[in-house]
């Protein structure tokens, strides 16, 4: 049977719609670029990445942009023949629109909104279209307001829920379903209190009566279920008429409370209905999902990992979709050539904005991350593998010149040296030195609760995935992993370092 999530790793505030027999999909980006990841798919289970919405700098400049900062969520709709997204850039720029005519091509230029808060969501009824947003303001909630999407201006703004338990209502999605209008907001928070709450109007602009068995999905009832912190919910229908609801949720690891690192994630559940309300079986996300209940063609659903669980790359094609810059990047200091991704490094390592990174997500906790490098450095400089979560939270297993021995008494021979380090918050620490050669294999063999460093096949240190999750780092996003490029003190790109492959899959235990 198919299991969820159906989008691991870090893919939070999931949006969906469907044009004919195929569904697309988009989550939050936040300072990650491009920004707004898209996908589609022909069961709801089986997502193909497309692409992502925002790919050029006059669209999106996150190179400022805090921790978790950047783009939230996300609403995609296609209405007569176009499809829209409207997210939040909260790094500069506040609400906009984006629209395209295939969303896997080219999207627009933002046409900025103005409106307060976050979550906004796009609603047509007729040929008026209603934009709906969290002000993050209690005394406002949520409010609503008609639009120009042509122009970005909107009509005079109301409210139009304060909340059914929680007056922080956030993420709005508007619903026409036989003549009633359906108001679906989370609460209780984006952690173990979340839920999802429906209000229900014979009008688009409410008011809103509240759902009597509200909520309608939440794991909050039980810190034990694999599965905690359900929320943010988007609602389709599928071609049979069925309804569907996609949502955020975690996986924690490591006992209670636990901790997740791989972030919040894309769950799928089944949507019925019963006295005109919207109702979710046992009110979570299901395990497993029959792949008969399912649209479309689900017989091959989980037959083996597919591109977002699968890596194999020389990097000769170029960027592929599942690739992402920690930040808006400088484009000179990465070449996609026929030899391999040939990385320039700038003064900044890992520990600061700008680094010279490019990885992709960590989406099994069972996998193995290999990386082939040639890399002759300088002192100062250095290349490798890294895992992380933010600026101050990440591991790598890297090459520098050799120390021939140091303050951490750790000593490596020879030219080069590969040196694990770990850094949480203001510690950092090497935990091991091997010599190696111009051309090395940089490996990490990921399980639930370790990280281990391998050295051309060899371990050499382990570190654990705790300090890299949400629970320690704080922010919204997961760990990823991927190559990277310091130069140090000396000019920009004074040595590249070449990867000729990457290779990430999952592994079974």
């Known amino acids: 049977m198919p299991t969820t999530p159906v989008l691991p790793g870090f893919h939070p505030d999931p949006s969906v719609c469907r044009v004919g027999e195929t569904f697309y999909l988009a989550t939050s980006s936040f300072e990650y670029f491009p920004g707004l990841p898209l996908y589609r798919s022909e069961n709801l289970v089986d997502w193909e990445p497309i692409g992502h919405a925002l790919t050029r700098e006059s669209q999106l400049d996150t190179r400022d942009a805090r921790v978790s900062g950047g783009i939230f969520a996300p609403t995609i709709r296609e209405h007569d023949g176009t499809f829209y997204l409207t997210s939040t850039n909260t790094s500069g720029g506040g609400h906009f629109v984006v629209t395209a005519d295939d969303p896997a091509g080219d999207w627009s230029d933002p046409v900025s909104v103005d409106a307060p808060g976050i979550d906004p969501d796009l609603f047509w009824d007729g040929d008026t279209a209603y934009f709906t947003y969290f002000t993050t303001d209690t005394d406002r909630g949520i409010e609503q307001a008609e639009i120009d999407l042509e122009t970005g201006e909107l009509g005079e703004p109301r409210t139009v829920w304060t909340g059914h338990e929680d007056p922080h209502a956030e993420a709005p999605h508007l619903y026409e379903r036989a003549g009633s209008y359906y108001l679906v907001a989370a609460e209780g928070g984006t952690h173990t209190g979340h839920s999802v709450m ?21 794991h909050r009832d039980d810190f034990y279920r694999d599965v905690h912190a359900t929320g943010h919910a988007d609602f389709v229908t599928d071609p049979e008429g069925n309804w569907w609801l996609v949502c955020l949720g975690i996986r924690p690891r490591g006992g209670f409370p636990g901790w997740h690192h791989l972030g919040r994630e894309t769950f799928l559940a089944p949507v019925a209905w019963e006295d005109g309300w919207p109702v979710v079986a046992g009110e979570e996300v299901p ?24 890596t194999d790359t020389d990097f000769s094609e170029g960027r592929s979709h599942e690739w992402v810059y ?42 193995r991350v290999r990386a082939d490098l040639a890399f002759d450095p300088d002192p100062g400089e250095e290349a490798g593998l890294a895992l992380v979560m933010d600026e101050e939270h990440h591991y790598e297993v890297g090459v520098v010149a050799s120390s021939g021995g140091g303050s951490d008494g750790l000593t490596g021979d020879g030219d080069a040296e590969a040196v694990v380090r770990v850094t949480v918050g203001d510690a950092t620490d090497v935990l091991a030195r091997e010599p190696v050669d111009e051309r090395v294999t940089l490996g990490v063999d990921a399980a639930a609760e370790s990280y281990e460093f391998r050295v051309d096949g060899e371990p050499i240190a382990e570190a654990r995935p705790k300090y890299l999750a949400t629970e320690v780092a704080g922010g919204f996003t997961g760990v990823v992993v991927g190559p990277y490029a310091v130069a140090g003190d000396g000019p920009t790109g004074a040595t590249p370092a070449r990867v000729e492959r990457f290779v990430y899959e999952p592994v079974e235990r």
């Open 198 to 218: 429906v209000g229900r109007s014979d009008d688009p602009t409410g008011p809103f009566d509240p759902h009597p068995g509200n909520p309608v999905l939440t």
């Open 287 to 310: 395990a497993e999902i029959d792949a008969g209940d399912l649209p479309g063609d689900a017989t091959p659903v989980n037959a083996g990992p597919g591109p977002i669980e699968y």
């Open 326 to 367: 920690r930040r808006t990047p400088d484009r000179d200091r990465y070449d996609f050539t026929d030899d391999g991704l040939v990385l320039r490094g700038g003064p900044e390592t890992l520990d600061e904005k700008g680094t010279t990174f490019l990885a992709r997500r960590q989406t099994n906790f069972d996998c």
